[in-house]
């Protein structure tokens, strides 16, 4: 089936710091997603990426597209406690635009 | 509040046993989509339903079945319970502006289910 490969797997960092993640995929996606969750939550949407090239923000967070469309990044800056959580990237591939493949989620941990 | 609704929020039940989970989609979605995450896993996609009948599969195993009703709430049927069947369930709904394939879905609560 689809695979997204996501990484880093888990980061432990200092608050205020920024925070770098991405996904790449052996194929092309159409759409690019990326969602946090909180322990025993359902995952929350960040920011939906949907053209090649698309740079989007969502306060300070930011994604983009890759031009080849088989990747993303979320940039996070200035982290604070509150992003602690689990990051999954997201996406519904050409070959099976129904079904939205997940990445196996980014684990980040704050240090204050 | 993404505005999807789940229940129960935590399920235990024993092994053989048969469950159903609920899921109220968002207001005007017409697509629902279930996803199992076991412990420390991504999501794995189940099945969706659109508009009431099945759209796509995943890898949902025979035991499980899924149907979505006229009001176009969804139950997922969770039968002969196993022990690696304990996951937290989601439902995931999407589809104001009718089908399109590539949907941003929106995530419920989830349903804990433990199988002891």
């Known amino acids: 089936g689809q695979q997204l490969n996501q990484s880093p797997q888990s980061m432990f960092i200092q608050e205020g710091e920024d925070v770098s993640m991405n996904c790449t995929s052996s194929?092309?996606?159409?759409?690019w997603l990326w969602y946090k969750q909180d322990p025993g939550e359902g995952p929350v949407l960040l920011i939906a990426l949907y053209k090649a090239g698309e740079l989007t923000s969502n306060g300070r967070l930011t994604a983009q597209f890759g031009i080849t469309r088989k990747d993303s990044f979320l940039n996070i800056s200035a982290s604070i406690p509150s992003d602690v959580g689990i990051y999954f990237c997201a996406g519904h591939s050409i070959q099976g635009a129904q079904k939205l493949v997940f990445g196996q989620g980014t684990r980040l941990t704050i240090n204050p | 509040d993404s505005g999807v609704t789940q229940t129960p929020k935590h399920l235990i039940t024993a092994t053989g046993q048969r469950v159903t989970l609920r899921c109220s989609p968002r207001?005007?979605?017409?697509?629902v989509y279930w996803y199992q995450q076991s412990l420390d896993q991504g999501l794995q996609f189940l099945i969706q339903y659109y508009n009431g009948e099945e759209r796509a599969k995943g890898n949902i195993l025979e035991r499980f079945s899924a149907q979505q009703f006229p009001d176009l709430h969804s139950e997922l049927n969770l039968s002969s319970l196993e022990l690696g069947d304990s996951a937290l369930y989601f439902c995931a709904s999407s589809g104001r502006g009718g089908f399109t394939g590539t949907d941003t879905q929106y995530f419920g609560p989830g349903t804990r289910l433990t199988v002891l």
């Open positions: 207001s005007g979605d017409l697509s």
């Open positions: 194929s092309i996606f159409n759409t």
